[in-house]
Each structure stands twice: as structure tokens, then as C-alpha cells.
């Protein structure tokens, strides 16, 4: 049985989009972010990229890809102005000989050409707007959006209260609610909890093993000029340049990134979130991949910026599922050929976190399959790429249990 009443910690995409799939199955959905606004932090950049890296025909490329066609079907029927999302299309280059084997590797794969396409540096530039001086792999749906903007839209379904200013500091199942509390109270009561606060999940479930790491990474904004506001797609490198996507006053301005720290963020915020000229730099090396001409003419128009803690994990797969009661795995180890339905499954305890810098892509179609596992109801995906997400797997592998890493609990 459909639970009637759910809590959702987190306002980023991964809970936004959480939220959403629930509400849409008639649930009532309560969405508890501590900020003041959602969206704020890893969520909150300037733009968020819609397009997915494939890399061939292995199970990474299949759940990129299988995020990517997701979000953009969900996107669409948000009916945002072009103004908040736009569908430009995306060129990866061929810049180097390892991205053009990779991308005439993906192109052999016999896609539909509504999806992705390989095309000569020719096609390029007059996809582009601007001289593209490689081959690249097109996505012609591929697009940006205002992450504020999107996540509010998900957020104005009927059957979601939103709460700001709402930290969550602990969770209790008392019977069969569960209560969620700030540093004294409880603020919130329902029939499941899903943990979607990113970096912040740890503190929520201390015994379990989630191996998730903050990441800084640095968008850099770029005040545009009469040339660069030719460009009509993003165009990505090691790195992207959007077209001139953010407007203020009569000023156009591109968003270039993404820095990805070689170090993995301290517990010092202040100091995380605080621009660094050296990753403005860094981004205009990724710009000089893309367009040697604009790297030649933006690099003196940095006018801003913006700092982000992605959550990661340390093999790069997000965590979605049902949550395991960690002490009690422990205390009564399975056998490895245990029934994965045996093992002590919290009821009702879910998490949907650890997207790193493919949220907007990937979160959406991790949210799907979580309410698919809440309800009951048909799984967006297969049940192989399920069982890569499944947020035990961590403590699986550390008791042996390799097998039981790579499952999910059955549908009932």
C-alpha cells in the first residue's frame, strides 16, 4: 500500500524532483530545506546543463543517457518560459584525440539522430552561431535551465507544503510515523522520510556507511560581447560555455564552467564557498578548448561567480533507495546467499543524494525510481542499474556481501 503522507529533506533538485514524483501518485509531500530559499546550494547555480557524457554501451552511458531523455520529458511539461529553459542544443567537441575517439565511439552506437548525431567542424559552426574548429557529437534537445526557477515550478504541485528555514537535525520512527526533529521540536510527522540534503545526509544516519564527499567546483560569469552573442549552443570541452543566457538590465553574459576541486572540500565553509581567481583561470583554459578567439576576447570579462559543494561518492554512482537499520545488519550478518528482501530494510526510509555535478540530469529519474519503489509501481529503469544505486552498498562490500551491494529490496 501507497503511503498517504511523506517527508522530504532537502530543497536541491534531489529533493525537489523527490517531492514531485510523490505528489504526482497523490501522496503529501512535505519538503523541509534550511535555507531561506530552495535551491541555494549545490542546486543554485546561475544555469544548470541539461546533457548527458556517454561514453559507449556500457551501464554508465545507459543511466546517463536514460537520465538525461527523463529530465528533458519532465522538463518539457513544466511549460517554463524559454526565458527559464531553454532547449539550444549541445555541441561536445572533439578537441583532443581521446574526445574523438569517445565521441565517434558514441556515434557508432546507432542512436536515433533526434537524440545525438555526429557532426563535421562545418555543421558545427553553423549549429553553433560561431567557427567551431572540431567535429563534434549534437545533441539537438540538450538545453539549459534557471535551477531556482525549475525547482520552484516542481515545488508549486497542490500536494507539496514547502517549509524554509527548516533544519533538521534528527529523525525518530516512533511506531510506524516518523518524526523529524530541529535542535528541540519536532517539525514534521509522516509515513516515510526521504533523506535528499546531500553532504548533510551522513549527520541523518551516522551507522551507515554512505562514502559521500564534498567537492568544490566554481562557476565563472562572463559579460558578453557583440560576437559571443552569436553563440546559439553550449558547447563543451572539458568544460561548457552557455550561450548568453543571463540577462540583467541590457547586459548579456555567458556562464562558464566547471572547476572540480583536486582536493575534496574541509568542513570550513567560509572558506569552500569563497571565489578563487586561480579556478577563474582554470575556467578560462577550458574556454580556450572550446574557442581559442573567445578565450582571446572574454578573458577580460569576468564579472562574477559562484562557489558550490557538490556531494559525491567515491565510485561516482548516486545513492537511491530504501536505507538498511546498519546496527542491526551488523549485529546478525547474512549469509552471502541471503535473500535481499531478508535483510533488515527500514520501513519507509529512503534517500535520494550523491549526484555530484549531473543533479539536474540525474536526479530527476533517481526521484522516479524511488517513488517507483515507495509505490509499488513499475521501476523507470532496469533492475541491474537499480541495484548500482543502492545507497547500502558501501557496508555491503565492507561485510562481503557483493552480491547484496549490487541489489535493491523487491517490489512487494
Known amino acids: ?117 555526429l557532426v563535421t567542424k562545418a555543421e558545427a559552426s553553423i549549429l553553433a552561431g560561431i567557427d567551431i574548429e572540431y567535429d563534434a557529437l549534437y545533441f539537438p534537445d540538450a538545453g539549459w535551465a534557471k535551477p531556482q526557477q525549475l525547482c520552484q515550478r516542481l515545488t508549486e504541485h497542490k500536494n507539496i507544503a514547502v517549509f524554509t528555514a527548516s533544519n533538521v537535525e534528527r529523525l525518530l520512527k516512533n511506531g510506524q510515523i516518523f518524526e523529524v526533529y530541529n535542535h528541540k521540536n519536532i517539525i514534521a510527522k509522516a509515513d516515510i522520510v526521504v533523506i535528499a540534503n546531500a553532504n548533510d545526509a551522513q549527520q541523518l544516519q551516522p551507522n551507515l556507511v554512505l562514502n559521500t564527499q564534498a567537492v568544490r567546483g566554481q562557476v565563472s560569469i562572463l559579460k558578453a560581447i557583440e560576437t559571443s552573442r552569436q553563440l546559439k549552443t553550449i558547447v563543451c570541452s572539458d568544460g561548457y560555455l552557455s550561450p548568453a543566457a543571463l540577462q540583467q538590465n541590457t547586459k548579456h553574459y555567458h556562464c562558464l564552467g566547471a572547476t572540480f576541486s583536486s582536493t575534496f572540500a574541509t568542513t570550513n565553509k567560509q572558506n569552500d564557498l569563497q571565489i578563487d581567481d586561480k579556478d577563474h583561470l582554470a575556467n578560462l583554459n577550458k574556454l580556450n578548448n572550446i574557442s581559442p578567439f573567445f578565450h582571446d576576447q572574454l578573458q577580460g570579462n569576468i564579472v562574477d561567480g559562484r562557489v558550490s559543494l557538490r556531494c559525491t561518492t567515491t565510485d561516482y554512482w548516486p545513492l537511491v533507495g530504501q536505507l538498511l537499520d546498519a546496527v542491526t545488519l551488523k549485529a546478525k550478518p547474512p549469509r552471502p546467499g541471503a535473500d535481499v528482501n531478508s535483510l533488515p530494510w527500514v520501513a519507509g526510509l529512503y534517500i535520494n543524494v550523491a549526484h555530484g555535478s549531473k543533479g539536474f540530469t540525474s536526479a530527476p529519474l533517481s526521484a522516479e525510481l524511488l517513488a517507483g519503489l515507495i509505490c509499488n509501481d513499475a521501476l523507470p529503469i532496469s533492475n541491474e542499474l537499480a541495484g548500482l544505486l543502492n545507497p547500502n552498498r558501501f557496508l555491503l562490500r565492507e561485510m562481503g556481501l557483493k552480491r547484496l551491494a549490487k541489489m535493491t529490496a523487491a517490489l512487494s
Open 1 to 117: 500500500m501507497a503511503p498517504k503522507t511523506a517527508i522530504v529533506i532537502g530543497g536541491g533538485i534531489a529533493g525537489c524532483s523527490t517531492a514531485f514524483a510523490l505528489a504526482q501518485r497523490g501522496i503529501q509531500v512535505t519538503l523541509l530545506e534550511r535555507n531561506t530559499k530552495i535551491a541555494s546550494e549545490a542546486s543554485g547555480n546561475p544555469l544548470a546543463m541539461l546533457y548527458p557524457r556517454l561514453s559507449g554501451d556500457d551501464v554508465a552511458s545507459k543511466f546517463a543517457l536514460a537520465s538525461y531523455l527523463h529530465s528533458l520529458a519532465l522538463f518539457k511539461s513544466l511549460d517554463l518560459p524559454s526565458s527559464d529553459f531553454d532547449i539550444c542544443g549541445m555541441l561536445q567537441l572533439g578537441f583532443n584525440q581521446r574526445e574523438l575517439v569517445r565521441i565517434q565511439k558514441v556515434a557508432a552506437q546507432h542512436h536515433p539522430r533526434s537524440v545525438l548525431k
